[in-house]
C-alpha cells in the first residue's frame, strides 16, 4: 500500500496540473447532482447558478493577486461589503450619481489595500494578521456606518440595481460568441508568428486550432443553454471580461511578470533589480480594489446592503474557488482562470445541495473536503519542483 502511495506522490510530484484536476472535479459534481436531481442542468438553474457566482469570483480574482506572491488576504469579504455600503450611502442617502459612487468604492477599497500593504512591506507585519485585524475592523467600520437600522435598499429600477437584472439580446450573445473565438484565433496565430520569427519552438498547427474549436464549442453550449432561459446576464460579461482583462494584466505586463517573480523566489526578485514591496503593496491594492466591485455586484444582486454584506461563508468561498482553481498557496503559480474554474465547482456544490435541501453544515464540511483535496495536490506538485521555483 505505501509503495502505491509513493508511486502516485512521485507521479504527481513535479507536473504542472493545470486545470485538470479542478475540471475534472467539474465534470464529477455536474454529473453527480444531474443524476440526483433532473432540475439541476436545466437552462433556469443554470441561469441562477451565472449569476450567483459573479460578485464572490470576481472577489477571488482579488484574492489571487496576494496569494501569486505567497501571502493571503483574509479581509477581502469585509471589504467587499465596506465598499459596497459606502456606495450605497453616497448614491441613496447623499444622492451622488450612481457611477461615481462607484468609482468612490473603488477608490475607498484601493485605500484600504494600500494600506494593508503599507503595513505588510513597511512595518513588517504578517499578511494574515494584518488582513485579519482588517476583517475585524473592517466589518465593525460597515456596521457603524449601516447605523441601527442594519439595511440600506437600493433603488429596484436604479443603474446599479439593473446591473444584475439586464440580460443581453440573443443576438448580442451571438457575436460576443464570434469576436470571442476570432480574436482568440487571431491571438494564436500571433503568437505563433512571433516564436517563429525570434526561432523559438512552435507547437503543431492542429494543438492551436483544436482549442479555437473547443473554445468556439464551449462558448455556444453555454450561450444556447443560457438564451433558452432569460438570456446571458450582464454580470456574467463582466465577471468574464475581468477574468480576462486581469490574465492578459497579470501574464503580459512588467508588472504581472514581477508578481510571479516575487511570489516564485523573493530574493531572487529583488538580487535582479525589482522593488519587492512595491509589487507587493501593488498586490494588496489590486485585491482589495477588485473585492470592492464584487461587494458592488453582490448589492447589485440583493438592492441592498445589510450587515451579513461580505460575511457570512463569502471568504471562505473566494478563497476555496482560486486554490481549487490551481492557484498555489506558495505563490508564483497560478491564473486568473482559476477564479472561473474553481467558482464553478463551489456553486455548483453549493447549488446542488440547496435543491437537494441538504443542510449547510453538511455543505460546509463537504467544501472544506474538495479545498483540503486541492491544497494536497498544490503541496505535491510543489515537492517535485527544483528549488527556488516556489
Not at 238 to 263: E, K, N, P, Q
Request: overall charge positive.
Amino acid at each position: 500500500m505505501k509503495a502505491y502511495a509513493a508511486a502516485a506522490r512521485r507521479g504527481l510530484a513535479g507536473r504542472e496540473l493545470g486545470a485538470l484536476p479542478v475540471t475534472v472535479a467539474l465534470a464529477a459534481v455536474m454529473a453527480v447532482f444531474s443524476s440526483l436531481n433532473s432540475h439541476f442542468l436545466s437552462p433556469e438553474n443554470l441561469t441562477n447558478l451565472a449569476l450567483q457566482m459573479a460578485a464572490t469570483g470576481t472577489i477571488s480574482l482579488g484574492v489571487i493577486m496576494v496569494l501569486l506572491l505567497g501571502e493571503i488576504d483574509l479581509s477581502v469579504g469585509s471589504v467587499s461589503g465596506l465598499c459596497a455600503v459606502v456606495m450605497t450611502i453616497q448614491t441613496v442617502r447623499h444622492g451622488l450619481h450612481p457611477l461615481l459612487a462607484v468609482l468612490l468604492a473603488l477608490a475607498a477599497g484601493a485605500a484600504i489595500g494600500l494600506l494593508h500593504g503599507l503595513m505588510f512591506t513597511r512595518i513588517g507585519m504578517p499578511s494574515f494578521v494584518v488582513t485579519l485585524s482588517g476583517l475585524i475592523g473592517w466589518q465593525g467600520l460597515l456596521i457603524y456606518l449601516l447605523g441601527k437600522g442594519g439595511t440600506i435598499n437600493l433603488p429596484f429600477d436604479g443603474s446599479i440595481a439593473k446591473l444584475s437584472d439586464t440580460w443581453l439580446p440573443d443576438a448580442l450573445s451571438w457575436t460576443l460568441v464570434a469576436v470571442i473565438t476570432a480574436a482568440y484565433a487571431a491571438a494564436a496565430l500571433l503568437t505563433r508568428r512571433a516564436r517563429a520569427a525570434l526561432d523559438l519552438p512552435v507547437e503543431p498547427v492542429h494543438r492551436p486550432a483544436l482549442r479555437v474549436a473547443a473554445l468556439a464549442v464551449l462558448l455556444a453550449v453555454v450561450v444556447r443553454i443560457l438564451t433558452a432561459d432569460r438570456g446571458v446576464p450582464l454580470t456574467l460579461v463582466i465577471f468574464a471580461s475581468l477574468v480576462v482583462v486581469l490574465d492578459v494584466l497579470v501574464r503580459h505586463t512588467v508588472a504581472g511578470r514581477r508578481m510571479y517573480a516575487v511570489g516564485g523566489n523573493a530574493e531572487a526578485a529583488r538580487r535582479s533589480g525589482i522593488n519587492v514591496p512595491r509589487v507587493r503593496t501593488l498586490a494588496f491594492v489590486a485585491s482589495a480594489t477588485i473585492a470592492a466591485f464584487g461587494g458592488v455586484l453582490a448589492a447589485s444582486r440583493l438592492s441592498a446592503v445589510n450587515q451579513n454584506s461580505g460575511g457570512s461563508d463569502i471568504l471562505l468561498n473566494a478563497i476555496a474557488a482560486a486554490v481549487i482553481g490551481g492557484v498555489s498557496l506558495f505563490g508564483g503559480r497560478g491564473r486568473t482562470y482559476a477564479a472561473l474554474l474553481g467558482i464553478l465547482v463551489i456553486q455548483s456544490i453549493t447549488n446542488g445541495m440547496l435543491l437537494l435541501s441538504v443542510d449547510s453544515s453538511v455543505r460546509f464540511m463537504v467544501t472544506a473536503l474538495v479545498l483540503a483535496l486541492a491544497v494536497a495536490l498544490d503541496s505535491l506538485a510543489r515537492k517535485g519542483r527544483p528549488e527556488g521555483l516556489g
